[in-house]
């Protein structure tokens, strides 16, 4: 919890009919990818996805938390672990995991898979496998909703491992210069693949690395959705009010390995510190027991939304294995953006 805040206390979010709905919105989002995600691994064990999954399980806060500060019609990019980024934006499961299996039906007809998903419906520019790739995307678009007027404000999602990509810091330079709508988030979950974050960047808080462009930058607990949503919320304010980007780092954890299914031959981390964060910092576990003392939710209430969520997400997968493997010629469609020039 944010530091100085009672845990016993019902948070001012989460008071009245509409904080008990947004309350609820946060648990179902979070569960869409816990659950989403878990039906990959079934999948990956059957040998039904056609490539390697990164999962974002133990990070649900971190994302959904961001993303329910912004709307549907703000833009957002991921990075490659980035099936939960447009969930948590709100998109439907179904074309999702189509797209995961390489279906016709999938958001980008089955040629993105895994790591490289979009969907315009929620605002969701895309995502890429290379690192820090998305962050000139999301200033870009920055940029335009600037140009056109148009209140809209970008959220850029980024690892620990791309804090150190001179594109972060051209593209932040840039913003602030032009102070571009842009809330650059960083998921700081420890690691780049293997490589410890104290042993690659050179301050303790990525966060403070705001400060060389004149913007705010502001650390938070990862695994507190209501204290990443707090942040990101006055970043998005700040942002549709013409001030400027903003840096947020949430300290996060990444449950598995980088790329599910992943074996290192040398252990960079201890098995049993793993193991323990399923049980001291799950945001999911975390999030349902404090919603419980706070009164904002009842156990049956929160058992049914998991049921109803599971449900949704069991027939995604029902729908993504029924669904065509895209046609040989489609291969060579859209492989140029339309065009309004012609001979």
Same mark, same amino acid.
């Given at each position: ?84 980024? !447009?969930? /948590?934006? +709100? #998109? %439907? @499961?179904? $074309? ?7 279906? *016709?039906?999938?958001?980008? &007809? ?25 962050? !000139?995307? /999301?200033? +870009? #678009? %920055? @940029?335009? $909703? ?7 404000? *970008?959220?850029?999602?980024? &690892? ?29 979950? +420890? ?153």
């Amino acid at each position: 919890m944010t530091e100085g805040t009672d845990p016993a206390a019902l948070p001012d979010e989460f008071a009245g009919p509409d904080g008990h709905t947004l309350a609820l919105e946060m648990m179902r989002r979070m569960l869409r990818v816990r659950l989403f995600e878990e039906a990959t691994i079934a999948l990956f064990h059957a040998g039904e996805l056609p490539a390697m999954v990164h999962l974002s399980i133990g990070q649900e806060a971190a994302v959904v938390g961001a993303c329910v500060a912004t709307t549907t019609a703000d833009y957002m990019t991921g990075n490659h672990r980035s099936h939960g980024h !447009p969930i /948590a934006k +709100g #998109a %439907g @499961l179904g $074309a999702l995991m189509a797209e995961l299996l390489g279906k *016709a039906t999938g958001v980008c &007809g089955g040629k993105g898979g895994s790591m490289h998903l979009a969907d315009f419906s929620v605002g969701s520019l895309g995502e890429s496998g290379i690192v820090g790739s998305a962050i !000139p995307v /999301a200033t +870009g #678009a %920055g @940029l335009a $909703a600037q140009v056109r007027g148009s209140d809209q404000v *970008a959220l850029c999602f980024f &690892g620990d491992g791309a804090a150190n990509e001179g594109v972060l810091h051209e593209s932040m330079n840039i913003a602030a210069i032009w102070k571009l709508p842009v809330i650059y988030f960083c998921e700081n979950n +420890g690691y780049a693949v293997s490589v410890r974050a104290s042993e690659s960047i050179s301050v303790p808080d990525i966060a403070t690395r705001a400060a060389g462009y004149s913007m705010p930058g502001v650390v938070v607990d990862g695994q507190d959705v209501l204290d990443v949503y707090r942040a990101t919320r006055d970043a998005v304010a700040r942002a549709r009010a013409g001030d400027g980007p903003s840096l947020v780092e949430a300290k996060t954890y990444r449950f598995h390995e980088h790329a599910y299914g992943l074996v290192v031959p040398q252990p960079y981390r201890d098995q049993a510190t793993v193991d323990s964060w399923f049980d001291t910092v799950d945001p999911i576990t975390l999030f349902h027991h404090r919603l419980l003392g706070w009164g904002a939710a009842g156990e049956d209430e929160l058992r049914a939304l998991r049921d109803a969520v599971q449900s949704e997400v069991d027939a995604a997968v029902e729908f993504a294995r029924e669904s065509p493997l895209p046609p040989p010629e489609a291969a060579y469609t859209d492989l140029y953006a339309p065009s309004e020039v012609t001979a």
